[in-house]
């Protein structure tokens, strides 16, 4: 059973760039949730898909955005790339209960660097 | 909203010493908590969990107690090795917090041969 996995591993990007970030989720999950992890500090919550709408999103600005498509696999796409944004991108995958607090699953991540 | 804090600064112990992490917690309803660890270079690997107070999570030695009286959820482990060198962080979610993770910091341990 593959796990979650995440394409591609290491990028570097000139600022004002754009990128895009891939997740393919755990078998059977379908939700997914990105995460910022700068160097040091704990992973912060970008934005959330299921059924491939963004259903929550943490505090970041427009200039980050995603997509799922029907498969659950989901792309992050930062434009006008800053020297900021330069981290760890994790994806995290889960099944939708309804009602229960969920598992999350990480992938390995994207180390993006913006010079 | 759901917060979650870990005590401050790198921890650095010897082999085979007792290593406990601080880890406390605010949260809406009900969460689930969680320990992650991350060694250098890679993603999170989920370490133990807990859904419901007085649980206790254990794996590979390493064990947490869900503690609602004390909204604490410390790390701990009776004998460490170097190969538990990593980063640790606490975790909740909780489906009335919009069932979405929150980190703490994390804590840098090194363990010394």
């Known amino acids: 059973d593959a796990g979650v996995t995440q394409s591609p591993t290491h990028l570097i990007k000139t600022r004002g760039q754009q990128v895009t970030l891939r997740c393919s989720p755990k078998?059977?999950?379908?939700?997914v949730s990105w995460y910022q992890q700068a160097l040091g500090q704990g992973p912060q919550f970008i934005f959330q898909?299921?059924?491939?709408?963004?259903?929550q999103r943490g505090n970041f600005p427009d200039r980050f955005s995603g997509h799922q498509y029907p498969n659950y696999s989901s792309e992050l796409n930062v434009n006008a790339l800053l020297l900021g944004d330069s981290a760890l991108y994790l994806c995290a995958s889960s099944l939708n209960t309804g009602t229960e607090n969920t598992e999350a699953f990480f992938g390995q991540g994207t180390r993006l660097t913006v010079v | 909203g759901n917060s979650v804090t870990q005590m401050e600064g790198p921890v650095t112990l010897s082999e085979e010493a007792f290593l406990t992490i601080n880890c406390t917690y605010t949260?809406?309803?009900?969460?689930?908590l969680f320990w992650y660890v991350q060694y250098p270079g890679e993603g999170l690997q989920l370490l133990l969990k807990a859904t419901k107070a007085d649980d206790k999570g254990s794996n590979k030695g390493f064990e947490a107690t869900y503690r609602k009286e004390t909204t604490s959820f410390h790390l701990e482990k009776g004998s460490v090795q170097v190969s538990d060198s990593a980063v640790y962080f606490c975790?909740?979610?909780?489906?009335?917090?919009?069932?979405?993770?929150?980190f703490g910091k994390g804590n840098q341990v090194v363990v010394i041969p």
């Open positions: 898909y299921y059924e491939e709408e963004e259903r």
């Open positions: 975790a909740l979610i909780s489906y009335y917090g919009n069932n979405r993770l929150a």
């Open positions: 078998s059977g999950h379908d939700t």
């Open positions: 949260a809406t309803g009900y969460p689930s």
